[in-house]
């Protein structure tokens, strides 16, 4: 089985910082790409980030300028930088991973609470 698993979150007033972090491991070849989706109560789930290992990067309007994904290939590691947080950015944020395996190829994470209070 492949797991991802998420850190980071927490209550932060608006205008603050938080950093997540996700770490892919299991049985698997490798990983194509990874990326970070939240969903806020009562809502859809909506892409934050994506990073490819060609090194494509994709952000949601809503973050642009204030988020900033990176990875770490060699830990199968991704990370989210969120700067300038509004109360709107509250929501459970998951780690998604695309993996190279014979068997299942997406995969989430359990999520990480993250509450930016206005």
């Known amino acids: 089985q492949v797991q991802l698993v998420e850190s980071g979150g927490g209550l932060v007033q608006a205008g603050g910082s938080l950093r997540l972090s996700c770490v892919a491991s299991?049985?698997?070849?490798?990983?194509?790409?990874m990326g970070w989706y939240r969903q806020a109560p009562g809502k859809a789930r909506e892409l934050v980030a994506t990073?490819?290992?060609?090194?494509?990067?994709k952000y949601a309007d809503s973050v642009k300028g204030r988020f900033t994904i990176s990875r770490d290939n060699a830990k199968n590691a991704v990370y989210l930088q969120m700067n300038s947080l509004k109360p709107e950015d509250t929501a459970v944020y998951y780690c998604?991973?695309?993996?190279?395996?014979?068997?299942?190829?997406?995969?989430w994470g359990p999520g990480t609470q993250v509450t930016v209070s206005s």
């Open positions: 299991g049985s698997f070849f490798s990983i194509n790409a």
């Open positions: 998604n991973a695309d993996i190279v395996r014979l068997g299942p190829n997406d995969f």
């Open positions: 990073f490819t290992m060609g090194g494509n990067i």
